[in-house]
């Protein structure tokens, strides 16, 4: 019983720990306008890229632009043809990131005036 309940309160404060470590969660649909043409695989480094997306729907309500530069770490991960430019996806974003990795296209964010980046957490296309 001791270690039913000790494994519980580990994963318990793993869990409040790593959505803490994200920042805030906003929830977003939106297609794709355009990629990164060289998408390499995670092995021993990780690699985000930047995937820009036109906004249909974003819970963060001080975001107002037609546009969104989105991250998303290990993109090759997803699949080879999962980000497509001209599908619609369903995504849940976050402000912070604590992970460390190597933005392969990150003068991309340069193009929008962000108060923060942001992060692809779970991506499901609806297309």
Do not use: H, W
């Not at 000790?6 to 920042?23: A, M």
């Amino acid at each position: 019983m001791k270690n039913f309940i000790l494994t519980l309160s580990l994963l318990v404060i793993s869990s409040l720990s790593f959505s803490q470590n994200q920042g805030n969660r906003y929830m977003f649909t939106g297609k794709l306008i355009a990629s990164p043409s060289n998408i390499t695989t995670c092995d021993t480094d990780k690699i985000a890229a930047v995937f820009e997306f036109e906004v249909q729907m974003i819970s963060d309500n001080a975001y107002t632009a037609q546009n969104i530069a989105i991250i998303v770490v290990c993109p090759a991960g997803l699949g080879a043809d999962y980000l497509k430019v001209g599908s619609t996806y369903k995504m849940e974003l976050f402000d912070d990131n604590t992970d460390t990795f190597t933005i392969i296209n990150e003068s991309v964010l340069d193009n929008y005036s962000l108060t923060y980046n942001y992060y692809a957490g779970d991506i499901r296309r609806i297309d």
